[in-house]
């Protein structure tokens, strides 16, 4: 899994197994990310996306 929001993060979305795109991913990107967050980078999406995606058992 790889997590970006901008251009300078669209090969590492595109090669890792699953894209994900911060809810303030550019635009013209939405359409490369397997998932987009609920939340900004500012807002913790990183969190999100491991509390969502990769341990969502965890407790």
């Not at 911060?22 to 996306?49: H, L, Y």
């Not at 509390?51 to 058992?57: E, F, M, Q, S």
């Amino acid at each position: 899994m790889a997590i970006g929001d901008s251009f300078n993060d669209l090969a590492m979305i595109k090669a890792a197994g699953t894209g994900v795109g911060g809810a303030n991913v550019s635009p013209e990107m939405r359409a490369d990310c397997d998932k987009i967050t609920e939340k900004t980078f500012d807002q913790g999406a990183v969190a999100e996306a491991i509390g969502r995606w990769v341990l969502p058992d965890y407790e």
